[in-house]
Protein backbone atom coordinates (compact mmCIF):
# COMPACT_ATOMS: atom_id res chain seq x y z
CA UNK A 1 0.00 0.00 0.00
CA UNK A 2 1.33 3.35 -1.01
CA UNK A 3 -0.05 6.01 0.93
CA UNK A 4 1.00 9.90 -0.49
CA UNK A 5 0.20 12.68 2.29
CA UNK A 6 -0.33 16.14 0.69
CA UNK A 7 -1.79 19.60 1.35
CA UNK A 8 1.13 21.15 3.74
CA UNK A 9 1.90 24.65 3.39
CA UNK A 10 3.06 27.40 5.44
CA UNK A 11 0.20 29.49 7.57
CA UNK A 12 -0.23 32.38 9.57
CA UNK A 13 -1.13 31.39 13.48
CA UNK A 14 -4.79 30.41 13.73
CA UNK A 15 -5.17 29.88 10.40
CA UNK A 16 -6.62 26.02 8.42
CA UNK A 17 -5.03 23.89 6.75
CA UNK A 18 -6.30 20.75 5.24
CA UNK A 19 -3.90 17.66 4.67
CA UNK A 20 -5.14 14.30 2.50
CA UNK A 21 -4.18 10.80 2.74
CA UNK A 22 -4.54 9.25 -0.87
CA UNK A 23 -3.72 5.52 -1.46
CA UNK A 24 -2.67 4.78 -5.09
CA UNK A 25 -5.32 1.74 -6.38
CA UNK A 26 -6.33 0.63 -2.73
CA UNK A 27 -9.35 1.44 -0.39
CA UNK A 28 -9.03 2.60 2.45
CA UNK A 29 -11.79 1.59 4.60
CA UNK A 30 -11.13 -1.45 6.00
CA UNK A 31 -7.95 0.22 8.04
CA UNK A 32 -7.27 2.30 10.71
CA UNK A 33 -5.81 5.52 8.96
CA UNK A 34 -4.01 7.45 11.46
CA UNK A 35 -1.93 10.95 11.19
CA UNK A 36 1.68 11.68 12.95
CA UNK A 37 3.87 14.34 13.12
CA UNK A 38 6.76 14.70 14.00
CA UNK A 39 8.49 18.28 15.11
CA UNK A 40 12.52 18.50 14.63
CA UNK A 41 14.37 16.93 17.36
CA UNK A 42 11.04 15.63 18.52
CA UNK A 43 9.77 12.23 18.57
CA UNK A 44 7.39 11.31 15.89
CA UNK A 45 3.61 11.54 17.84
CA UNK A 46 0.18 10.17 16.87
CA UNK A 47 -2.94 12.94 16.52
CA UNK A 48 -5.17 11.58 15.28
CA UNK A 49 -6.79 8.32 14.48
CA UNK A 50 -9.52 6.74 12.71
CA UNK A 51 -11.07 3.38 12.71
CA UNK A 52 -11.56 0.86 9.73
CA UNK A 53 -15.43 1.90 8.58
CA UNK A 54 -15.75 4.63 10.68
CA UNK A 55 -15.62 3.19 13.77
CA UNK A 56 -14.66 5.98 15.41
CA UNK A 57 -12.08 8.60 16.13
CA UNK A 58 -9.21 9.21 18.54
CA UNK A 59 -7.53 12.36 19.41
CA UNK A 60 -4.12 13.66 20.97
CA UNK A 61 -4.91 16.01 23.28
CA UNK A 62 -2.72 18.75 21.39
CA UNK A 63 -5.58 18.22 18.66
CA UNK A 64 -8.63 17.96 20.20
CA UNK A 65 -11.34 20.54 19.40
CA UNK A 66 -8.67 21.83 16.66
CA UNK A 67 -8.62 18.94 13.95
CA UNK A 68 -11.00 16.33 12.52
CA UNK A 69 -10.01 12.97 10.71
CA UNK A 70 -12.08 11.91 8.26
CA UNK A 71 -13.06 9.41 5.21
CA UNK A 72 -14.19 10.19 1.59
CA UNK A 73 -16.96 7.88 1.82
CA UNK A 74 -18.69 9.90 -1.05
CA UNK A 75 -16.31 8.19 -3.73
CA UNK A 76 -16.16 4.15 -4.90
CA UNK A 77 -12.83 3.97 -4.77
CA UNK A 78 -12.32 4.84 -0.38
CA UNK A 79 -8.83 5.64 -0.96
CA UNK A 80 -8.49 8.96 0.58
CA UNK A 81 -8.35 9.88 4.89
CA UNK A 82 -8.41 13.94 5.55
CA UNK A 83 -7.40 16.21 8.26
CA UNK A 84 -8.72 19.40 8.79
CA UNK A 85 -6.47 21.28 10.85
CA UNK A 86 -7.37 24.70 12.33
CA UNK A 87 -6.94 27.29 14.66
CA UNK A 88 -3.12 26.46 13.93
CA UNK A 89 0.03 27.27 16.52
CA UNK A 90 3.17 27.41 16.06
CA UNK A 91 4.03 24.51 17.91
CA UNK A 92 1.72 22.72 14.91
CA UNK A 93 5.40 23.22 13.01
CA UNK A 94 6.32 19.76 12.22
CA UNK A 95 6.42 16.91 9.16
CA UNK A 96 2.90 15.11 9.16
CA UNK A 97 2.22 11.64 7.95
CA UNK A 98 -0.64 9.40 7.16
CA UNK A 99 -0.79 5.58 8.02
CA UNK A 100 -2.30 2.15 7.55
CA UNK A 101 -2.90 -0.38 10.22
CA UNK A 102 -4.39 -3.48 10.00
CA UNK A 103 -5.78 -3.47 13.30
CA UNK A 104 -9.20 -1.49 14.70
CA UNK A 105 -6.43 1.50 15.89
CA UNK A 106 -3.14 3.00 15.36
CA UNK A 107 -0.91 1.79 18.10
CA UNK A 108 0.89 -1.03 15.18
CA UNK A 109 1.09 0.72 11.73
CA UNK A 110 1.90 -1.21 8.80
CA UNK A 111 2.28 1.26 6.25
CA UNK A 112 3.89 4.69 6.11
CA UNK A 113 3.16 7.27 4.04
CA UNK A 114 5.58 10.45 2.71
CA UNK A 115 5.37 13.11 4.93
CA UNK A 116 4.22 17.21 4.20
CA UNK A 117 5.43 20.03 6.01
CA UNK A 118 3.30 22.00 7.69
CA UNK A 119 4.88 25.45 9.14
CA UNK A 120 2.82 27.53 11.17
CA UNK A 121 4.45 30.67 11.29
CA UNK A 122 3.54 34.51 10.78
Known amino acids: VQLQASGGGLVQPGGSLGLSCVAS????????IGWFRQAPGKEREEIAC???????????DSAKGRFTVSRDNASNTKNTVYLQMNSLKPEDTAVYYC?????????????WGQGTQVTVSS
Open 99 to 111: AASYGSTCTIIDY
Open 25 to 32: GYALDYHA
Open 50 to 60: VAPRDGGTDYA
